[in-house]
């Protein structure tokens, strides 16, 4: 079993911290801040609750003054890299809000972001002084350090995971737009996986907005064809006409406003190889889809979908890859099977009870079956 996430944060790493604060500042003392990080409640609580009890004692234990404080983090900050050391940027966000220190704060972020990342801390700025800090990311856009472009973009997700959603950004994106215009042809990786993961969070809730841009971007440049792509993997799941049209599954228009060329495919099997699993076991599924001779030229997106049962009653649908490719006289008959296993993750929980599942094609639902899931062996219903 993997060791928990907060385990990062342990005993040992929160001492060896201390003394390297206290090799920069000599009055720091190790051992309070230690038995204030580590002290009551320390081993219930998760990785964001260890990280602010670390930023909170760095509080407690470093110069009052908030520029001396940053100075002794900014002498130690070069070694400090990676994911635990989050609450570099986080300190920003807990002491460094007051109007007298925002160009201060702003600058930090852009340093700490290097080391780990200011996409959290960042958002508090935004909420409260939403103009003047994305006018500052917008300057960041354009830096030589693909972590600050990469911030100035991951920062203002609408729907950052593991962060507080930006309400002004879900009702309207358009003042994160320049940015996201900037940094289209990124040299960076790193830096379009974020435009793209933008442009999907701006789906869910402006789809139109999306789709405009898809229209206008697509076709300009390979890299920008790549954030295209997957920026609009969520309206491709929804089947959106003026998406799927610009991605060749088909016209827009057709029935429903799905791809009208695919939907004349014929399912000749889509079945498990049994109806019957148990959590932890897996599924065999195995599918033969013939697609019309007119459909060549177009591109076939086969998915199939689980609507999982929840204990409310209602179902979660969430839906998995099977092929996505150009249809030529080749491909024509699409055969295979694909290994579902059902084992629980951090973000899904299995019930017992009927599942359903549906073969798509571009979209649309062509097929479904289902499973009678039984609870793992040894275990009752939850």
């Given at each position: 079993?993997?060791?928990?996430?907060?385990?990062?944060?342990?005993?040992?790493?929160?001492?060896?911290?201390?003394?390297?604060?206290?090799?920069?500042?000599?009055?720091?003392?190790?051992?309070?801040?230690?038995?204030?990080?580590?002290?009551?409640?320390?081993?219930?609580?998760?990785?964001?609750?260890?990280?602010?009890?670390?930023?909170?004692?760095?509080?407690?234990?470093?110069?009052?003054?908030?520029?001396?404080?940053?100075?002794?983090?900014?002498?130690?900050?070069?070694?400090?890299?990676?994911?635990?050391?989050?609450?570099?940027?986080?300190?920003?966000?807990?002491?460094?809000?007051?109007?007298?220190?925002?160009?201060?704060?702003?600058?930090?972020?852009?340093?700490?972001?290097?080391?780990?990342?200011?996409?959290?801390?960042?958002?508090?700025?935004?909420?409260?002084?939403?103009?003047?800090?994305?006018?500052?990311?917008?300057?960041?856009?354009d830096s030589e350090d693909e972590h600050v472009r990469r911030l100035a973009s991951e920062g203002c997700r609408p729907r950052l995971p593991w962060?507080?959603?930006?309400?002004?950004?879900?009702?309207?994106?358009?003042?994160?737009?320049?940015?996201?215009?900037?940094?289209?042809?990124?040299?960076?990786?790193?830096?379009?996986?974020?435009?793209?993961?933008?442009?999907?969070?701006?789906?869910?809730?402006?789809?139109?907005?999306?789709?405009?841009?898809?229209?206008?971007?697509?076709?300009?440049?390979?890299?920008?064809?790549?954030?295209?792509?997957?920026?609009?993997?969520?309206?491709?799941?929804?089947?959106?006409?003026?998406?799927?049209?610009?991605?060749?599954?088909?016209?827009?228009?057709?029935?429903?406003?799905?791809?009208?060329?695919?939907?004349?495919?014929?399912?000749?099997?889509?079945?498990?190889?049994?109806?019957?699993?148990?959590?932890?076991?897996?599924?065999?599924?195995?599918?033969?889809?013939?697609?019309?001779?007119?459909?060549?030229?177009?591109?076939?997106?086969?998915?199939?979908?689980?609507?999982?049962?929840?204990?409310?009653?209602?179902?979660?649908?969430k839906r998995f890859l099977l092929a996505d490719k150009p249809v030529t006289a080749g491909t024509l008959r699409l055969q295979g099977s694909k290994?579902?296993?059902?084992?629980?993750?951090?973000?899904?929980?299995?019930?017992?009870?009927?599942?359903?599942?549906?073969?798509?094609?571009?979209?649309?639902?062509?097929?479904?079956?289902?499973?009678?899931?039984?609870?793992?062996?040894?275990?009752?219903?939850?």
């Amino acid at each position: 079993m993997a060791e928990p996430l907060k385990n990062i944060y342990d005993g040992d790493f929160v001492y060896k911290f201390g003394l390297l604060v206290q090799s920069a500042w000599s009055s720091f003392d190790a051992d309070r801040f230690t038995h204030l990080v580590t002290g009551d409640g320390w081993e219930q609580l998760e990785l964001k609750g260890r990280m602010r009890r670390i930023t909170l004692s760095l509080g407690r234990t470093l110069p009052e003054r908030y520029e001396q404080a940053l100075d002794v983090l900014c002498a130690i900050d070069e070694p400090c890299t990676g994911l635990a050391y989050l609450f570099f940027p986080d300190f920003i966000e807990v002491y460094g809000r007051d109007e007298a220190h925002w160009e201060l704060s702003m600058s930090m972020l852009q340093r700490f972001t290097s080391r780990s990342t200011s996409e959290f801390a960042i958002r508090p700025f935004i909420l409260e002084q939403s103009e003047r800090t994305l006018a500052a990311m917008l300057e960041w856009a354009d830096s030589e350090d693909e972590h600050v472009r990469r911030l100035a973009s991951e920062g203002c997700r609408p729907r950052l995971p593991w962060a507080p959603a930006l309400p002004l950004l879900k009702r309207d994106p358009s003042p994160v737009l320049p940015i996201l215009e900037k940094l289209r042809q990124d040299k960076s990786l790193y830096v379009r996986k974020s435009v793209a993961n933008h442009l999907n969070d701006i789906s869910k809730d402006n789809p139109a907005v999306v789709v405009a841009i898809a229209k206008r971007w697509f076709g300009t440049h390979p890299l920008t064809d790549w954030i295209v792509r997957k920026g609009c993997r969520t309206l491709v799941k929804q089947a959106e006409p003026g998406v799927m049209a610009l991605f060749g599954y088909g016209e827009e228009g057709g029935e429903e406003g799905t791809a009208s060329k695919s939907l004349a495919a014929h399912v000749h099997q889509f079945e498990p190889n049994r109806k019957e699993s148990a959590i932890g076991d897996e599924t065999l599924l195995r599918y033969d889809v013939q697609l019309p001779q007119e459909g060549a030229g177009d591109r076939v997106r086969l998915e199939y979908s689980i609507d999982y049962v929840r204990p409310t009653g209602k179902r979660s649908h969430k839906r998995f890859l099977l092929a996505d490719k150009p249809v030529t006289a080749g491909t024509l008959r699409l055969q295979g099977s694909k290994r579902h296993a059902w084992r629980e993750l951090s973000t899904r929980k299995l019930f017992p009870g009927e599942h359903r599942i549906a073969l798509w094609i571009n979209g649309a639902e062509m097929a479904a079956t289902s499973i009678m899931l039984q609870a793992a062996e040894g275990v009752g219903n939850r």
